[in-house]
């Protein structure tokens, strides 16, 4: 499996980025996608994730509706939409892929994860 980002970059605070993921072989089973992402000095961290049915997705408390994650039809890209970006999103972002049997589950955490790619920076300026 390789997962591969893009999109990233330096944005103002307040302006919006988006980040798409493509995922290259995952066939055979079926699998859920997410984004983490990981500040200097901090751990690695859930900030979207879509089950392989499409019909759940996971968001944590803290980011108040500012970002949404979908996929296509194919279900080998994933993209997240980040709005009202403030500095402290600043972070590298980590596109994420798990095997599961059930079509609705959403990975919350980083042990849940089978596969990552290799990130793309996102710095959001004052």
């Known amino acids: 499996v390789q997962l591969v980002e893009s999109g990233g970059g330096l944005v103002q605070a307040g302006g919006s980025l988006r980040l798409s993921c493509s995922a290259s072989?995952?066939?055979?089973?079926?699998?859920?996608l997410a984004w983490f992402r990981q500040a200097p000095g901090k751990e690695r961290e859930c900030v979207a994730s879509?089950?392989?049915?499409?019909?759940?997705?996971y968001y944590p408390d803290s980011l108040n509706g500012r970002f949404t994650i979908s996929t296509n039809n194919a279900k080998n890209t994933v993209t997240l939409q980040m709005a009202s970006l403030k500095p402290d999103d600043t972070a590298v972002y980590y596109c994420?892929?798990?095997?599961?049997?059930?079509?609705?589950?959403?990975?919350?955490?980083?042990?849940?994860?089978?596969?990552w790619g290799k990130g793309t920076l996102v710095t959001v300026s004052s």
């Open positions: 072989g995952a066939t055979g089973s079926s699998y859920a």
């Open positions: 879509i089950s392989w049915s499409g019909a759940n997705t």
């Open positions: 994420a892929l798990t095997w599961t049997g059930d079509s609705d589950y959403v990975p919350k955490a980083r042990y849940n994860i089978d596969f």
